[in-house]
């Protein structure tokens, strides 16, 4: 990261959007944002909002948003259409930095919900299905434990993911358990301590809040019902109970990416 003695705030969210930008694009971590940003989480989402602009300039359209959180307070990120994974093509993680995979779950929102803001106790009313994922994400940020403006800055994680068919949506108190198979071996389970319905209500108030949207079709994931394990070289699956399973294979190698990135290599 450049020199940013000297500069205002705005400059140095530049600074830290610029370089989070150009450390995807080369494939190789860069230093935390915090220690441009210290302890200020609203310019984490600036910086956040910035590189959501950049993509959208070049091309990328918003699928939705995940909700996660590390150890500590929820943050969000934003999905983009070229992140998802379809067909049979081996998963494409190439041009990731540091991916790892773990199960999660997904919610279609039924309806616009812009500006407004969903009681924990209504949010099943506002979600027309819910889908298995297998996600990928990833860590430009050169430390092993990235705080949470480090998470904010380099939007959640986001990478990759993978979507099953939708189920009907379950009673609010339906626990999410989920099992993540390598290789056809369950190798963690978990999910069901967690409140995925509680993560959807915080994150339909902090979108509020931002004056961000939340669209009728798209995609909330909550990631996180099993830790994430490095990708490599394997066929992976989610199983998450009376939901449903989707299942993707890791290749090395070279093989095209549906999404439009003949590029883009696959998981090594």
């Not at 610029?18 to 210290?38: C, E, I, K």
């Not at 198979?181 to 963690?188: E, Q």
């Not at 069901?192 to 993560?199: H, T």
Request: include cysteine.
């Amino acid at each position: 990261m450049g020199a940013v003695t000297g500069l205002d705030r705005a400059q140095r969210l530049q600074v830290v959007a610029h370089d989070l930008w150009q450390a995807a694009t080369d494939r190789r971590p860069t230093t935390p944002p915090s220690a441009v940003l210290g302890e200020d989480l609203d310019a984490a989402y600036q910086v956040q909002d910035l590189l959501t602009l950049r993509s959208i300039w070049a091309g990328a359209s918003v699928r939705g948003h995940k909700v996660t959180s590390l150890d500590g307070p929820p943050c969000f990120g934003v999905l983009f259409n070229a992140m998802q994974h379809v067909g049979h093509d081996p998963l494409p993680c190439g041009q990731l930095v540091n991916p790892r995979i773990q199960a999660g779950i997904g919610f279609v929102v039924r309806e616009d919900l812009t500006g407004r803001e969903v009681d924990e106790a209504l949010v099943t009313d506002a979600v027309s299905a819910v889908v298995p994922v297998l996600e990928v994400v990833d860590s430009r940020v050169d430390v092993e434990a990235p705080g949470q403006v480090d998470l904010v800055a380099d939007n959640a994680g986001a990478a990759r993911f993978v979507v099953g068919e939708p189920a009907a949506v379950p009673a609010p108190s339906h626990p999410f358990e989920a099992q993540l198979i390598r290789d056809g071996k369950v190798v963690a389970d978990g999910g069901g301590g967690l409140r995925p319905w509680a993560a959807f209500a915080w994150l339909t108030r902090s979108l509020r809040e931002r004056g961000l949207p939340l669209n009728a079709g798209e995609l909330v994931l909550v990631g996180g019902l099993t830790r994430a394990f490095p990708v490599g070289e394997a066929d992976w699956a989610v199983q998450v109970r009376d939901i449903g399973s989707v299942a993707t294979t890791s290749r090395t190698g070279s093989t095209p990416w549906r999404a439009g990135h003949p590029n883009i290599r696959s998981c090594a």
